[in-house]
């Protein structure tokens, strides 16, 4: 299932023009689950897709269950108003003061949302990842 998912993710980042290892990366750093992840909604992306699937998590006011959803720019993501009171969700938030360090994020505390500013270039991502292996590996 995510190995038919990652694939057709990037199939998608290889039809764009540009460099398909960053745009892959790109892509992935856009997801629904990744960005709750970033926000410090939550303390790992597997709990942040837990939390977008259990429909905590709204964007631009609308409840959104997919953790895959691709994000745009401008796009606003929230804590739903009764899942502000979850204790993991108010723990991470708390604790939570780095958020600055990713230029295309951008969060305010006080109601529970983030933004997203804009994709990040590949300098902006902070994981050590070789792209182009994983180009060389799908693009057979």
């Known amino acids: 299932m995510l190995e038919r998912q ?20 790109q892509m992935l750093e856009a997801r629904l689950d990744n960005t709750v992840f970033r926000l410090g909604i939550a303390p790992t992306r597997r709990a942040a897709r ?8 709204t964007v631009n006011g609308i409840v959104t269950n997919i953790p895959s959803y691709q994000m745009r720019n401008g796009d606003v993501v929230g804590v739903r108003g009764k899942s502000q009171a979850l204790s993991v969700v108010k723990e991470n938030v708390a604790k939570k003061t780095d958020v600055r360090k990713f230029a295309w994020l951008q969060w305010n505390p006080d109601k529970y949302e983030g933004i997203f500013l804009q994709y990040p270039s590949r300098d902006q991502i902070p994981e050590k990842i070789n792209e182009q292996l994983i180009v060389e590996l799908y693009s057979k």
């Open 6 to 25: 990652f694939r057709n993710t990037f199939e998608t980042a290889a039809r764009k023009s540009g460099v398909t290892g960053e745009i892959l990366l």
């Open 50 to 57: 837990q939390l977008v699937s259990h429909k905590h998590i």
